[in-house]
């Protein structure tokens, strides 16, 4: 990570030199480490003009994964390993110049307002894709079969948003209240598919601030929707 940025061969194709126009006097110091940071490129400290196409070239690429080095972060499962670029790149969302200077958070909240639907689904099926090569390396999965499931996955997030516009009286939408200061709140629900055969429960608990401190949801075997309701309540308690 200490190579020069320019003039070193840190990638399998050659330096990055010979593909921009000219490499600006005051980046001709920079190190590799100093534009690789935490896990996404810093082109807003660039006065140097690097194309689009290098740009996302780059993306696909790991720096410390390339050099050796097996540390992995969050940051890297869902955003800089080639895989999860390549998803992205393919939906159109989360690869632009734009996004590769910001942090992990940020970059999650910047896309959830471009499009909420498409990448909480890809944000989902990315992680499941990781897990399955963890758990059933015999069976990787495609690149073209995670855009499929996320796009159809976000197509049906959308519909039941839509539908519960219809369904859910004004009422009874947005209508938690935080707990007072130096107070958490627990909240749990459960629900019960008496034609599947089918029933869980999750639990969640915030503070005074909004903040999501500790949740959890569970299958449990089907009962009676007053059984599961308090099966739901006593997890509450007990995650409390």
Request: hydrophobic share 40%.
């Amino acid at each position: 990570m200490s190579q020069s940025f320019w003039y070193h061969v840190w990638r399998p194709c050659g330096t990055l030199a010979p593909l921009v126009p000219f490499v600006h006097i005051s980046d001709s110091h920079l190190k590799l480490e100093d534009v690789w940071h935490h896990g996404h490129w810093r082109w807003d400290i660039l006065c140097t003009m690097i194309p689009e196409k290098v740009k996302l070239d780059l993306m696909l690429f790991d720096p410390i994964k390339q050099a050796g080095d097996k540390t992995e972060d969050i940051n890297h499962y869902f955003r800089t390993c080639q895989k999860a670029c390549q998803i992205w790149i393919s939906l159109n969302l989360g690869m632009t110049a734009d996004d590769s200077s910001l942090d992990f958070v940020s970059w999650i909240r910047s896309n959830l307002n471009k499009n909420e639907f498409l990448f909480a689904a890809a944000f989902w099926w990315i992680w499941r894709d990781r897990n399955n090569d963890i758990f059933h390396q015999d069976d990787p999965w495609s690149k073209e079969k995670i855009v499929h499931l996320v796009k159809h996955a976000a197509r049906d997030f959308s519909n039941v948003v839509i539908n519960q516009k219809h369904i859910i009286p004004s009422s009874l939408k947005y209508n938690w209240e935080p707990p007072p200061m130096i107070v958490c709140k627990v909240n749990c629900d459960a629900s019960v598919f008496e034609n599947e055969q089918l029933a869980g429960f999750g639990c969640i608990i915030r503070d005074s601030m909004e903040i999501w401190i500790k949740g959890c949801s569970v299958s449990i075997p089907p009962s009676s929707v007053l059984c599961c309701e308090l099966h739901a309540i006593w997890r509450g308690l007990v995650m409390a």
